[in-house]
């Protein structure tokens, strides 16, 4: 019964940044290991980072290393997006998962919990 909401998908220009929020509701969320992952349009929904509860374990995809940083404030039962540098490949449906155990967090299936996602269009 967790509810997650994604905010601050928008149109930025190449280069440019955005951060993404997702909120809980409904059931707090702060033992969960949260993820992002994004789906571009005819493409399979893909890995982007994941953060644990405590924010001990931090793991990016190798596409977003060193541009996209994740965070999470518990006390919100909101997780953050930081996404700088954009580029046109970054354009997608990004969607924020919780999982409510800690294994093989980098696939779709090891989270719960979905939301609705955030469009971010990049443009060139």
């Known amino acids: 019964q967790v509810q997650l909401v994604e905010s601050g998908g928008g149109l930025v220009q190449a280069g440019g940044s955005l951060r993404l929020s997702c909120t809980a509701s409904?059931?707090?969320?702060?033992?969960?290991?949260m993820g992002w992952f994004r789906q571009a349009p005819g493409k399979e929904r893909e890995f982007v980072a994941a953060?644990?509860?405590?924010?001990?374990?931090?793991y990016y995809a190798d596409s977003v290393k060193g541009r996209f940083t994740i965070s999470r404030d518990n006390a919100k039962n909101t997780v953050y997006l930081q996404m700088n540098s954009l580029k046109p490949e970054d354009a997608a449906v990004y969607y924020c998962?919780?999982?409510?155990?800690?294994?093989?967090?980098?696939?779709?299936?090891?989270?719960?919990?979905w939301g609705q996602g955030t469009q971010v269009t990049v443009s060139s």
């Open positions: 409904g059931r707090t969320v702060s033992r969960y290991t």
């Open positions: 953060i644990t509860w405590s924010g001990g374990w931090i």
């Open positions: 998962a919780a999982a409510s155990s800690g294994n093989a967090l980098t696939t779709r299936r090891a989270y719960d919990y």
